[in-house]
């Protein structure tokens, strides 16, 4: 079956450090690649996707390269802030299931920034 | 503002009690799911619904129930079956396109302790 596998954490960072968050992927199908974010005591929201091999998701300094021969999605931001401390979810959805829109999700990543 | 809403924030169940957790959207969207979140598990599928009056298990449904009478709507209510119900329950919406592409879209989180 499907299955996410992320980087253990808690991670602490220092302001403005680099910041990889590792993860990998194994399904049946081709799927869509997600990361998601959850701020204490919140919902989670989406921070960027991929749909194919080889695309890049960007949002808010955050990237992710959709990589099919090392099955990985690897959640990367050049400079981390405070605001970015939250739990950070990889998740595939995988379209072999046609018309079923489930996700997978990874056990998160606890990720700490200290100014 | 369009979006998921999801009640109580924190609910208390008693010995041999069903409860019921309430999500509401007014996104439009034809997919809802319920996931459980327990520290250090990421995130488990409970029920789903692609569709008015039409729902699915997911990987983890023992002890649980749903309904789908409405668009809007999707109700999920722990029974007295489920022995450790104590988590963090998210729904969830998303479009159904068949593609696996769509971004899911998350409540607040509805937090169940048990007395």
């Known amino acids: 079956g499907d299955s996410v596998t992320q980087m253990e954490g808690p991670v602490t960072l220092s302001e403005e450090a680099f910041l990889t968050i590792n993860c990998t992927y194994t399904?049946?199908?081709?799927?869509?690649l997600f990361w998601y974010v959850q701020y204490p005591g919140e919902g989670l929201q989406l921070l960027l996707k991929?749909?194919?091999?080889?695309d890049k998701g960007s949002n808010k300094g955050f990237e992710a390269t959709y990589r099919k021969e090392t099955t990985s999605f690897h959640l990367e931001k050049g400079s981390v802030q405070v605001s970015d401390s939250a739990v950070y979810f990889c998740a595939l959805s995988d379209r072999a299931n046609f018309g079923n829109e489930k996700l997978t999700f990874g056990t998160g990543t606890r990720l700490t920034i200290i100014p | 503002d369009g979006g998921i809403t999801q009640s109580p924030k924190y609910l208390f169940r008693k010995e041999g009690q069903n409860v019921t957790l309430s999500c509401e959207q007014n996104?439009?969207?034809?997919?809802m799911y319920w996931y459980r979140q327990d520290p250090g598990q990421g995130l488990r599928l409970i029920y789903y619904?692609?569709?008015?009056?039409?729902?699915q298990k997911g990987d983890i449904a023992e002890g649980y129930s749903v309904s789908r009478e409405k668009k809007e709507s999707f109700p999920l209510t722990v029974t007295s079956a489920q022995k450790n119900p104590t988590a963090f329950y998210l729904c969830?919406?998303?479009?159904?396109?068949?593609?696996?592409?769509?971004?899911?879209?998350f409540g607040p989180g509805t937090r169940l302790l048990v007395l």
């Open positions: 619904s692609q569709i008015v009056n039409d729902f």
């Open positions: 991929a749909t194919k091999a080889d």
């Open positions: 969830a919406s998303s479009t159904v396109t068949g593609g696996g592409q769509e971004t899911q879209y």
């Open positions: 399904a049946t199908g081709y799927p869509s």
């Open positions: 996104l439009n969207h034809d997919a």
